[in-house]
């Protein structure tokens, strides 16, 4: 009889202890909940994307940071073969993207439908 009642209040705290830590643990705080919410600007996106015109990767950046906001204005001869002029309208900017590499070549303010061949080589 000693032996049930001790396995039942050793349960019992258990169930006490797991019902009074498990509400908090999941629940996130509010700064890290304000944190996450915070970014980067739109005008350090593009710049952000100037400073790595060139470099592998730029592409997926590209992607990332105007998901959804970019129109295709035409393909012309450059990069690895040809690249895709991407129009941004909400911020004016054309982008200069080739995909075999993954790379914005050009960055530009205003609508171009062809960048110079030196700048999208």
Same mark, same amino acid.
């Given at each position: 009889?000693?032996?049930?009642?001790?396995?039942?209040?050793?349960?019992?705290?258990?169930?006490?202890?797991?019902?009074?830590?498990?509400?908090?643990?999941?629940?996130?705080? #509010?700064?890290?909940?304000?944190?996450?919410?915070?970014?980067?600007?739109?005008?350090?996106? #593009?710049?952000?994307?100037?400073?790595?015109?060139?470099? #592998?990767?730029?592409?997926?950046?590209?992607?990332?940071?105007?998901?959804?906001?970019?129109?295709?204005?035409?393909?012309?001869?450059?990069?690895?073969?040809?690249?895709?002029?991407?129009?941004?309208?909400?911020?004016?900017?054309?982008?200069?993207?080739?995909?075999?590499?993954?790379?914005?070549?050009?960055?530009?303010?205003?609508? #171009?439908?062809?960048?110079?061949?030196?700048?999208?080589?």
């Amino acid at each position: 009889m000693k032996l049930t009642s001790l396995v039942t209040s050793v349960a019992m705290l258990g169930l006490v202890t797991v019902g009074n830590v498990a509400p908090y643990t999941f629940t996130p705080s #509010i700064g890290i909940v304000a944190s996450a919410a915070e970014g980067p600007s739109v005008q350090e996106k #593009i710049s952000l994307i100037t400073k790595n015109k060139g470099q #592998i990767g730029g592409g997926d950046q590209l992607r990332r940071f105007f998901y959804g906001d970019l129109e295709p204005l035409g393909v012309q001869a450059g990069g690895a073969g040809m690249v895709v002029n991407l129009y941004n309208k909400a911020n004016n900017v054309t982008f200069s993207y080739c995909a075999t590499y993954d790379v914005v070549v050009a960055v530009r303010k205003g609508r #171009i439908t062809a960048f110079p061949a030196s700048e999208v080589k």
